[in-house]
C-alpha cells in the first residue's frame, strides 16, 4: 500500500491538535519522519479538496479548514488511493510470455487472479473505512482501544449469530 493515506490522516490528525497555527510542510515532515516534498505533495491534494488551506512565504503553512467529524476516512482512502492503483508491483509470473490459451499455466493466469483477489480485498477495505470519521480516529489516538472494542463487539456478534 502507497504511504499517501497514512500520510494525508497523520497530517488531518496534526493540523487538527495544532490548531489554529499554520504548520510548513518541513514540520509536519519530521513528525511523519518523511520527506517535506512528498508531504507537499499530499497536502497539494488535500488543499484542492477543501481539507486544508496553506500559504506561503515566511508566515506561511497549513491549517485544517474542516472539523474532523466531517472527514470521511473512506473519501481519504478513495482520495489518496485511488480504486485504479495498479497491483503489477505484488504479482509474480508473466502472462505475457506464456501462452494465455493454456489454461493450466501458471505464469499465464496469477495475474488476473491475483488482481482479482487484491480488487476484492481492496473493495472491502474501502467498504470498512467509510464507516468512520476522523473523530473516530482521533479518539482511538487518544485512548487506544476503541478500534479494539468495534473488534470485540463484531467478534461477539458473530459468535451469537453462529
Same mark, same amino acid.
Given at each position: 500500500? =502507497?504511504?499517501?493515506?497514512?500520510?494525508?490522516?497523520?497530517? *488531518?490528525?496534526?493540523?487538527?491538535?495544532? =490548531?489554529?497555527? &499554520?504548520?510548513?510542510?518541513?514540520? #509536519? %515532515?519530521?513528525?511523519? !519522519? #518523511? +520527506?517535506?516534498?512528498?508531504?507537499r +505533495?499530499? @497536502?497539494?491534494? @488535500?488543499?484542492?479538496?477543501?481539507?486544508?488551506?496553506?500559504?506561503?512565504? &515566511?508566515?506561511?503553512?497549513?491549517q485544517?479548514?474542516?472539523? *474532523?467529524? $466531517?472527514?470521511?476516512?473512506?473519501? *481519504?482512502?478513495? #482520495?489518496?488511493?485511488?480504486?485504479?492503483?495498479?497491483?503489477?508491483?505484488?504479482?509474480?509470473?508473466?502472462? &505475457?510470455?506464456? &501462452?494465455?490459451? $493454456?489454461?493450466?499455466?501458471?505464469? %499465464?493466469?496469477?495475474?488476473?487472479?491475483?488482481?482479482? @483477489?487484491?480488487?476484492?480485498? /481492496?473493495?472491502?477495505? =474501502?467498504?470498512f473505512?467509510?464507516?468512520?470519521?476522523?473523530? /473516530?480516529?482521533?479518539?482511538?489516538?487518544?485512548?487506544?482501544?476503541?478500534?479494539?472494542?468495534?473488534?470485540?463487539? !463484531? !467478534?461477539?456478534?458473530?459468535? @451469537?449469530? +453462529?
Amino acid at each position: 500500500m =502507497r504511504l499517501d493515506f497514512s500520510v494525508a490522516v497523520h497530517s *488531518l490528525l496534526y493540523l487538527d491538535e495544532n =490548531r489554529p497555527r &499554520k504548520i510548513a510542510s518541513r514540520e #509536519l %515532515a519530521t513528525s511523519l !519522519q #518523511l +520527506n517535506a516534498v512528498m508531504i507537499r +505533495n499530499i @497536502l497539494s491534494v @488535500l488543499h484542492k479538496q477543501g481539507y486544508i488551506e496553506g500559504s506561503v512565504g &515566511k508566515n506561511g503553512g497549513y491549517q485544517l479548514i474542516r472539523d *474532523l467529524a $466531517d472527514i470521511n476516512v473512506g473519501e *481519504l482512502y478513495d #482520495l489518496t488511493i485511488p480504486p485504479t492503483i495498479s497491483y503489477a508491483r505484488f504479482i509474480t509470473g508473466d502472462s &505475457k510470455g506464456a &501462452k494465455v490459451s $493454456d489454461s493450466t499455466d501458471i505464469s %499465464a493466469n496469477i495475474s488476473q487472479t491475483l488482481t482479482d @483477489l487484491f480488487t476484492l480485498a /481492496d473493495d472491502d477495505y =474501502r467498504r470498512f473505512y467509510h464507516q468512520f470519521t476522523m473523530t /473516530d480516529l482521533k479518539r482511538d489516538l487518544h485512548s487506544h482501544g476503541y478500534f479494539r472494542q468495534l473488534i470485540h463487539r !463484531q !467478534q461477539e456478534n458473530e459468535t @451469537l449469530e +453462529n
